[in-house]
């Protein structure tokens, strides 16, 4: 309620408004009070009442509320007498209920209109590491996160991101909130290691980490409900001392997202009968889907490691030519071969070094680019898929074990209200359990209002998921570009080392090898 305020209209403990009847219902029997009364209801309507449910009274309080905010104490009043029976609708009435059911936005609500270039068109966010200022060993590490979308570039640190997180899961624990990264080393390192590896370890988790935050701040800016939350605007603009307050501050007393989404209470008219049997075949087909491309994303890996091994190998192999080119050690006299076609041989070998190191530098390249294009992209849907696996958890581990808690312990009432009945108990402490029985009952309808919304917001993730699938010819592509591109300029460079190894093998008179490339016996 605006200022904190708290309705104090109580429900009464008999006569629930909301008993034996349909979650649907209630925005009727609101509609039908107010065309009984005749009033014209206030903006103030629209004000979502925090600790609650959207039962009848509850709807209604509001309305109470806005219009003593706005100094109509007649219909303020008007409200405020009815309290025991619902109104049950005449003809005329009816008609005027099915009229305002049938006033629905435009479309289904439920189906997302996106394609993959309209979702990775809302934001490019780049995360980059500050250069260390401070010394060998840094208290922490900062990043600059710079957003294409909000033209800004602000500096933010490992625990901003957490504290963003925690805000995003705050207010919509119903959908996909990608993980963040470990904060340290998992496992880390003994204290023999050596000083250097450690640096060198550690330098690599960082990189590791700024990848994988990058990854995380990228998909919270696409996903359609978070791009227009002021809570990313913070994290992506605000450039004061304290990010994190400021984050705290824009969520305190808001409400997540079944509390504020005007849908929220009818999100069962939009779900398909089958919903279920819906949710768990497409649980199943994204559980698959994930194990191939994390299979994908391995054999991409240790593609990417070979391609820099090899780099490392050929400029070894380079300067080993060059090394054994250099060497100053004289011919001993009785040597088959002449000195100057030895010093000869040597210039050919110290040449070859240069070859050698552009190919490096080409191996070098393809992996790099690989990592980033290939590696990197599937990484990006892994953490997509991963965090769809973790709303599906969520949701049967909280909205589901909720409801059936609070059925439960309704089941326990029923039980203790017809033991007293039975064993004739003072009236007060029958009417105590009655006033509970009907409190719970709130309790179990809005745990079914946020399980409808749980698996409508399920369903929207489901198709965001499938957005995302195009991304694989993405990948591929960068791929095969990626190989054909690599092999094309590697091939270039071995082609142009083919005429130095002819002149190398040349014989005394300058007589070229034979085709195999060896030399004449």
């Given amino acids: 309620m605006p200022g904190g305020r708290t309705c104090r209209w109580k429900e009464p403990p008999f006569g629930n408004l909301s008993a034996g009847r349909e979650s649907g219902d209630t925005p009727d029997l609101v509609r039908l009070i107010i065309l009984r009364t005749g009033i014209s209801p206030p903006n103030s309507c629209e004000i979502p009442v925090q600790a609650g449910g959207p039962s009848v009274f509850q709807e209604l309080a509001s309305l109470c509320w806005g219009f003593a905010l706005k100094g109509d104490l007649k219909s303020h009043f008007q409200l405020f007498r009815i309290r025991e029976d619902p109104p049950v609708p005449q003809v ?125 701040i990228n998909l919270v800016a696409r996903h359609p409900p978070f791009s227009e939350d002021v809570v990313l605007k913070l994290f992506l603009s605000f450039t004061g001392p304290d990010v994190q307050n400021k984050l705290k501050e824009s969520a305190q007393y808001v409400g997540d997202e079944f509390v504020n989404c005007k849908l929220a209470a009818r999100a069962k008219d939009f779900l398909p009968a089958d919903i279920q049997a819906q949710f768990a075949i497409s649980r199943e087909l994204i559980r698959n889907v994930y194990n191939s491309f994390y299979k994908l994303r391995d054999r991409a890996e240790r593609m990417v490691s070979r391609a820099i091994d090899s780099a490392a190998d050929l400029l070894v192999f380079g300067k080993e030519l060059s090394t054994l080119g250099s060497d100053t050690t004289p011919l001993p006299s009785w040597a088959a071969l002449s000195s100057s076609t030895w010093g000869s041989l040597k210039q050919a070998l110290r040449g070859l070094s240069v070859e050698f190191a552009l190919l490096a530098d080409k191996a070098a390249q393809q992996g790099k680019q690989e990592e980033n294009d290939v590696v990197e992209k599937l990484n990006l849907f892994l953490d997509l898929l991963q965090s769809y696996k973790d709303l599906c958890e969520r949701h049967e581990k909280g909205v589901l074990h909720k409801h059936q808690r609070a059925l439960h312990k309704y089941s326990l009432m029923k039980r203790q209200v017809m033991s007293a009945a039975a064993h004739n ?88 090898p034979p085709q195999d490339g060896l030399p004449p016996h």
């Fill in 92 to 216: 005329g009435e009816q008609r005027a209920l099915d009229a305002g059911r049938m006033q629905m936005p435009p479309g289904n609500p439920l189906l997302l209109s996106l394609t993959l270039q309209e979702l990775l068109a809302r934001d490019v966010v780049q995360v980059e590491l500050i250069p260390e200022k401070k010394g060998l060993f840094l208290k922490h590490v900062e990043y600059e996160v710079s957003s294409q979308r909000f033209q800004s570039s602000v500096y933010r640190r490992y625990n901003d991101f957490v504290v963003f997180h925690e805000m995003l899961l705050q207010k919509f624990p119903y959908r996909m909130v990608p993980a963040l990264p470990p904060k340290r080393m998992l496992g880390g390192l003994n204290l023999l290691t050596a000083q250097s590896a450690y640096a060198e370890a550690d330098r690599e988790f960082i990189e590791a980490r700024r990848r994988a935050l990058k990854r995380f």
């Fill in 425 to 512: 108990r003072e009236p007060e402490s029958v009417e105590q359990l009655e006033s509970r029985i009907v409190e719970q009952e709130s309790v179990i309808q809005t745990m079914e209002l946020r399980n409808y919304f749980s698996l409508y917001c399920l369903h929207q993730e489901t198709q965001l998921v499938h957005v995302y699938l195009p991304l694989t010819s993405h990948i591929l592509g960068a791929f095969v570009n990626s190989q054909i591109q690599g092999h094309k300029e590697m091939s270039k460079v071995w082609n142009d080392l083919q005429p130095k190894l002819r002149c190398l093998f040349a014989g005394p008179h300058g007589s070229p």
